[in-house]
């Protein structure tokens, strides 16, 4: 079969399939189980910027604290702690697995949480994700606003690191391309387009605001399908493909606009770990039947400067002839 091989971000990866940020990835069971199924690389669930400073908190106040009999509670405290937990995670499946563990922290500021961000490093881990997300929902926060804290988180963690970092960013820009591209000049290795989030629904029967579909729907890859082709060319840093890759043909329209790697998680929440083997089985197939070897013999040729007419990712209105449709 064709060689899957991809290099993202500096880590090589035996398959462009890596298995996305989720609940999936929070235990040691299913890590080992990921890689089995021939996963390039695993996102562990993320750890939450205010659980870090809420420790970070604690820690400090006790430092404080003139009585010696505390640091025993700081003692025990901390070895219950959730962080402990995670960076026992990080190390326990380095030490059992042998393909790359990229750990994740969803995080809205940079402040002196990004320290953490060095223990994740200590622990093994061979890249960070940092899941930041701002919904633009305040109408006294200009956009530069909004965006200079991607920045700022940026470099921040960016200084404390030596590992690559890469940023897993919305669609909720109002300039996508440029803050993107000047995102990709921090020093950042990788971009994962896109996240996808919670949103709120409404029963009709009860009126009451319930939850949205938890899991992508089919379709929803026309997004980071767009973006990835018409930024692949240009940025600076790799970008990996996610949101509604359910099996080998979006993983490989995603990867023929430019993706290096994609993630999957719905998918694998709806048909179990064993969807990792079957989509790199599809991929491989399909390169078989066109005589490609390898990888890097596809990703990208359909981005916007490999197409005939890159007009096609630009279009926007639904005009007759396009759509299709009277
Ligand atoms: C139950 C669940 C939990 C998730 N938890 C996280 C998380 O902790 N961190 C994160 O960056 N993304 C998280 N995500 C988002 C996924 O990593 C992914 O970006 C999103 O589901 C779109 O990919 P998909 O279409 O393959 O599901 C979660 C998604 C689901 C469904």
């Given amino acids: ?34 890689e089995r199924q021939g996963a ?72 002196q949480w990004t320290s953490f961000a060095r223990q994740i490093e200590q622990a093994g881990a061979d890249a960070l994700e940092l899941n930041i997300f701002i919904l633009p929902s305040d109408p006294f926060r200009s956009s530069e606003e909004n965006e200079k804290l991607y920045f700022d988180i940026a470099k921040a963690v960016l200084r404390e690191l030596n590992i690559p970092v890469s940023i897993k960013l919305s669609w909720y820009f109002s300039s996508l391309t440029r803050t ?22 409404i029963d009709i029967d009860t009126l009451e605001v319930t939850s949205g579909h938890v899991f992508s729907q089919p379709g929803e890859l026309n997004l980071p399908l767009r973006w990835i082709a018409m930024l692949s060319d240009r940025m600076h840093c790799d970008l990996a493909g996610s949101t509604g ?22 998918a694998l929440y709806r048909y179990g770990f064993s969807r990792i083997a079957d989509t790199n089985q599809q991929i491989g197939s399909w390169m078989d039947q066109r005589g490609y070897e390898s990888l890097e013999q596809i990703i990208g040729k359909m981005s916007l ?17 396009f759509a299709g449709v009277e």
């Fill in 1 to 34: 079969m064709a060689n899957l091989n991809t290099n993202y971000m500096g880590l090589n990866l035996r398959s462009p399939i890596i298995a996305g940020s989720s609940g999936l990835t929070s235990s040691l069971k299913n890590i080992v189980e990921i």
């Fill in 40 to 111: 390039g690389a695993v996102v562990l669930k993320s750890i939450f910027e205010e659980q870090i400073r809420f420790e970070a908190h604690q820690a400090h106040s006790f430092q404080q604290s003139p009585y010696p009999e505390a640091w025993d509670y700081i003692h025990q405290y901390t070895q219950s702690h959730e962080l402990d937990k995670y960076l026992r995670l990080i190390f326990d499946a380095k030490e059992n697995t042998s393909f790359p563990i990229i750990a994740s922290i969803n995080c809205i500021t940079a402040a």
């Fill in 180 to 201: 993107f591209l000047q995102l990709s000049w921090t020093g950042i290795k990788g971009m994962v387009l896109f996240n996808r989030f919670y949103s709120p629904e």
């Fill in 245 to 266: 890759v359910d099996s080998g043909e979006e993983a490989l329209k995603l990867l023929l606009v430019g993706a290096k790697a994609v993630q999957m998680v719905s």
């Fill in 305 to 321: 400067k490999n197409i005939e007419n890159p007009a096609s990712y630009e279009r926007v209105q639904f005009m007759r002839h």
